[in-house]
Every structure is written in structure tokens, then in C-alpha cells.
């Protein structure tokens, strides 16, 4: 029973610490962390108020005011020359007034349906950061696999070469090898400790942009086992059609020719007339020498129609109409640019898939190569030492070249959905 008790305690153990070093982890702290995305929620909260705003402008609006003004009179004469005494009055005022819009020229309808659509683009430009930081966030969770394998690669190099000069010393004593052939091992040496030490700089640059990005310290090794498995597009085609329909940045476009429109309707309504209804009720004290109280109740309706503002309104409602035509021209130019880089992303998944293949039977010729040569240069027979260094690094450029192949089908694979507006935290977590 304890034993049984132990062994769930330490796979529990194991499933926690593996969750906490997941891609989706890493992903998940770089949405909830980024201060560019915190900084894009709080603009979506802020543009949200814009609704409220608007929606006031169909409500009453009621106004509280109050005065007391402190009067003292003196050397008063009437006009029979008599003078008479000095008086003091207090004179207090308070008024409830209340205003109603009735009519504006469709102003506030026209104001409140552009705040919806500012509302509706914030959310898109959220949408937008979100893709990008999950888009950097997985490509630098890959990047620093490849760089640590990088450094494991040529340490694993560095080893070998090392083995090699200690061999060749061996052997250059006993007369089977030349000196030249013992100096191009110390080269290759050399050689094998510099990519060594630029691995090990790439590594750290890797480890820096990682934890700028997740803002969680990069842990010693990450899951090479994750794997992307989202739904892509079947074919070009299926793509184009996504990324018209689904593109944040085609979307926003769309959104600001909306926008530009109800801008383009408001100005028009500021030449319509307007209506508005006043209800106050005030109550005066001490109001003058012969009245001491008043109460007044005032029901006001107002119209007012604007004619001629010295042209200004005019060049104002041409002034969103080229606005207007800036926000058309700059949807057109966005459906191209949207229906190029899909295609691109589309070409480029579809070559590192083929390129990942390509270096995987590269690696395989050049473990099996490798493996020969360094028999047969071990064995005595004609292979020279140049062939082994040049089976090695053959070797070690095709063990990079593979793992570069991997992590570039995955970036392909992100940035085509990235293009097609599908790449988010519930499709990474659902993989």
C-alpha cells in the first residue's frame, strides 16, 4: 500500500514539473506577462467606455446649482432727496435643471455605432498582439532547443577532436601518421573550439530573448517532445479564403473604413437642426426688498439649425470624405499584402516540409559515413586524416541542418496560421 502511495506521489511529481515546463506553459506566461499585451487589455477596457459615452448622449442630463450672494446697501437717496437707512440682504438661489436631447440629425445614433466599431477593432488589434506574442513566444521555445542542441552538438565535436590529437600523437610517435596529418587535427581542433564558443554565445543570446519574451527564467533543458498539431489549411486556396475572412490586421482594415464612414455621417449631421427640451425648477430667498420667497418651474424646447459656420463645416465634411477614400485605398493595399504573405506563408511550410526531409537522409549518409570513415582511419587503412575531419564536419552540419529543418516547419506552420488569423492559446492547448 505505502509502496503504491510512493509511486503516485513521485508520477504526480513528475506530471507537475513536466506541466511546468510544457510549450504551452511558457506560451501561457508569455500572454499573461507581456506588458505589450497587459497594455493592449487595458486600451480594449478603455475603448469599451467609449460605448457608455455615447450612449449618454440619449439620456437626460440633470444639473444641480446653488448661490447665495451677501448684498449691503447704503447712502441710498430716492429721488425726492430723502435719504434712507443702510439694508443688508442675503439672497440664496438653488435650481434643478434637466436637459433631453430629442433630435440631433442622427448624430448620437452615428457616434454610438462608431464607438461599437472602435470597440470591435481594439478587440482585433488585441487579437493581432496576442497572435504575435504566442507567434515570438513558441518560435523562441524552439530556437533555444535549437541552440542548446547546437552547443551540445559541437561540444560533442570538440570531444571527439580532442580524442582525435591524442590519437594521432599516439600515432605520429609510432610513424603511421605524417605531422601534417597531426597539425590538421590540431587545426580542426581549433577550429571546433571556436564554433564552440559562438554556439555557447548564440545560447546565451537565445536564453535572454527567451526570458524577455515568457518573463520566466529559462529552465536547463526544455521538452523536446512537444509537438504542434494544429488544423491547417488543405491547400492554398483554403488559405487565401481563411486569411480573407479571418486576418486581424484584413479585419482592423475593414473595421477603419466602417469607422471613417459614421465619422463621415456625424460631421454630416452637425448641418442638421436639433432639438432640445429643458425642464429647471428653482427656488429663490430674499430675492429683493419686496419679495422674500419665488419659485419658478420652466419647461423650454429648443430648436437650433446651423446655416453657415464661415465654411468651416463644409471643409470639415470634405475633410472625412478624403478620409474616407485614405481608409478605401488602404483596405485595397491590405488585401494584397494579406493574399501575398499567405501565399508566402503557404510556400514556406510547404518547402520545410521538404527541406526537413532533404536533411534527414542527409543526417542518415552522414552518420553512416562518418562511422566508416572513422573505422577505416582507425584500422590503418588509406583513409587520411583529412577524411575523417571532413566526414565530422559533414557530420556536425547536417545534425544542425536537421535541427534548424525541425524548428523552421514548426515557425512555417505558426506563421501560416498566424496569416489565416487561427493561432491562439485554445488551439496551442488543445494540440
Do not use: C
Not at 478620409?323 to 503557404?346: G, Q, Y
Request: aromatic residues 6%; hydrophobic residues 35%; neutral net charge.
Amino acid at each position: 500500500m505505502y509502496k503504491i502511495i510512493f509511486t503516485l506521489i513521485i508520477l504526480l511529481k513528475f506530471s507537475s514539473l513536466k506541466a511546468e515546463n510544457s510549450l504551452f506553459f511558457f506560451v501561457n506566461s508569455a500572454v499573461e506577462k507581456n506588458p505589450k499585451i497587459n497594455a493592449e487589455r487595458e486600451n480594449l477596457k478603455s475603448i469599451k467606455q467609449n460605448i457608455n459615452i455615447s450612449k449618454g448622449d440619449f439620456l437626460p442630463s440633470l444639473t444641480l446649482s446653488g448661490s447665495q450672494k451677501n448684498t449691503e446697501s447704503s447712502n441710498v437717496i430716492n429721488q425726492s432727496g430723502t435719504r434712507s437707512g443702510d439694508t443688508k440682504r442675503n439672497t440664496e438661489t438653488k435650481t434643478i435643471s434637466v436637459d433631453q436631447t430629442i433630435f440631433q440629425g442622427f448624430k448620437g445614433f452615428n457616434n454610438l455605432k462608431k464607438s461599437r466599431l472602435e470597440f470591435e477593432k481594439a478587440n482585433y488589434e488585441y487579437k493581432q498582439v496576442e497572435q504575435d506574442t504566442i507567434l515570438n513566444s513558441v518560435s523562441i521555445y524552439y530556437d533555444l532547443i535549437l541552440k542548446n542542441n547546437t552547443k551540445n552538438f559541437n561540444l560533442a565535436n570538440v570531444d571527439l577532436f580532442e580524442r582525435q590529437v591524442e590519437s594521432d600523437k599516439l600515432r605520429l610517435q609510432k610513424g603511421e601518421i605524417s605531422l601534417t596529418d597531426l597539425a590538421q587535427s590540431e587545426s580542426s581542433l581549433a577550429g571546433a573550439n571556436a564554433k564552440l564558443i559562438k554556439a555557447k554565445t548564440e545560447l546565451i543570446a537565445a536564453v535572454a530573448e527567451f526570458e524577455r519574451i515568457t518573463r520566466i527564467s529559462a529552465p536547463d533543458k526544455l521538452d523536446e517532445e512537444n509537438t504542434i498539431n494544429f488544423s491547417l489549411p488543405l491547400s492554398l486556396e483554403d488559405a487565401l479564403k481563411k486569411s480573407s475572412s479571418n486576418n486581424p490586421g484584413l479585419i482592423i482594415a475593414r473595421i477603419n473604413l466602417a469607422i471613417s464612414e459614421k465619422e463621415l455621417s456625424v460631421e454630416k449631421a452637425k448641418l442638421s437642426p436639433s432639438a432640445t427640451l429643458n425642464y429647471s425648477l428653482s427656488e429663490n430667498k430674499d430675492l429683493s426688498t419686496t419679495v422674500d420667497e419665488d419659485d419658478q418651474e420652466t419647461v423650454k424646447a429648443t430648436i437650433t439649425w446651423p446655416i453657415i459656420k464661415g465654411g468651416k463645416n463644409f471643409s470639415s465634411i470634405k475633410k472625412f470624405k478624403h478620409k474616407r477614400e485614405k481608409s478605401r485605398l488602404l483596405l485595397a493595399d491590405k488585401e494584397n499584402e494579406v493574399a501575398t504573405e499567405t501565399a508566402m506563408a503557404w510556400s514556406f511550410f510547404q518547402s520545410a516540409e521538404s527541406v526537413l526531409k532533404s536533411t534527414e537522409a542527409q543526417l542518415r549518409a552522414a552518420e553512416i559515413a562518418n562511422e566508416g570513415i572513422t573505422l577505416e582511419y582507425d584500422s590503418g587503412s588509406t583513409r587520411t586524416t583529412l577524411d575523417v575531419i571532413q566526414s565530422r564536419s559533414l557530420l556536425l552540419e547536417a545534425r544542425i541542418s536537421y535541427a534548424n529543418a525541425k524548428k523552421d516547419l514548426i515557425v512555417s506552420k505558426l506563421e501560416l496560421l498566424d496569416q489565416v488569423g487561427e493561432l491562439d492559446l485554445k488551439a496551442l492547448k488543445s494540440r
